[in-house]
C-alpha cells in the first residue's frame, strides 16, 4: 500500500525551491533592465558631454600691436606701430582709437574677416627722390629748377621729376621767374583689375604698382636741393574695409636762392573688398608741394589715387 501522504510532504519543498528560483531569476532579470541605459540616454550623456567639451575650448587671443604677422588670430592696434612685414590673417584687423597710427611703411594690410580702421594709416616715404616708378599707378614727380650759375664753377642742372605710369615733370633750367613742369596724377588700371593682376603685383612687391615717384633735383653753383621722395602706396585687402583716414601723400620739394627741387608724387590706395562691402574713408594722397627759389620754383609731384576692387567671394590674396 502506498503512503501517499508522505509522497506529499516530499514534494512540498521541491514546489517551495522551484518557486524560489523563479522568482530570482524574475528579479535578476529586472534589475539587471534597470541598470542598462537604453540608447536614447546614451545619446544625451554623449551630446551632454560634447556640448561640455566643446565650450571648453579656449578661443584665439587677438595678437596686439604686431609689427608683422602671418597666421588666424585677429590682429587688434591699440597703439601707434611701423611695420618691418605684411599683416596677413584670416581673422579682423581693428585700428583701435584716434591717434592709434599704423605706419605701414611699404607693407600690406590683409584680413579674411574686416578690416576697421578707427584711427589712421600712414605709409611712409619711398625714399626715392628723382627715380622712376615705371609700372606703378601712383603720381609722378615734379621737375627741379635753377636760375644758372653764369661763369661761376659747378653750373647748374635742372632734373625732370621721376616718372610712374605718366610722365614726370620736366625740369627748367635758367628760368627766371618761372616755374619747372608739375608731376601729373596716378592713373587707375585699364582694364579694370582682376584677381590675377593683384596676385602678380603682390608676387612682385606691391610698392612696385603703388609708390609715387620722386622729384626731380637742381644744382647751382655747386649748390643742390634734394628731390622730395614719392609716398608709398598701401594695399588693404577684407571681405569688409571700413577704410577710415588713410594719407599717402608725397613729400615736399626744397629751395633756396636760385635752385629748387620738385615735390614726390603721391602713392596709390589699392583696397580689395569681399561680399562684406566697402565703407569709404577720408584719403590724403596729394603730391609733395614744389620747392622756390627767389627767382622761380620747381614743379608740384602728381597725386596719387584710389583704386577700389570688389573681389565678391574669392579674394585674391589668401589670408
Known sequence: MVDTKNNSSNTKPLLYLAFAIIVVLLLYILLGQSHNPTSTVTTIITTQNTTALSTSIPQA???????????????????????????????????LLRGVVINTNGYSLISGGTFDNQGSIATGLAGNSGENASYSYGGSGGGGWAFGCGNAGGGSTANNGGSTVVAGGSGLNNGFNQAAGNGASGSSPSPTLNNLDIQTMYSNGMQKYLEGAGGGSATNCDSTETGGSGSYGVYIQANKVMAGVIGTGGQAGSGANEEASGGGGGGAILISYGLGGYISGSYNFGGGTAGIGNYGKAGSGGSGGLIAYNYSSSPPIAP
Do not use: C, M
Not at 602671418?70 to 599683416?87: C, P, R
Open 61 to 95: 587671443q587677438p595678437v596686439q600691436n604686431p609689427s608683422s604677422y602671418k597666421g588666424q588670430a585677429s590682429v587688434v592696434f591699440s597703439q601707434s606701430t611701423t611695420l618691418t612685414g605684411d599683416i596677413v590673417t584670416s581673422g579682423n584687423i581693428t585700428v
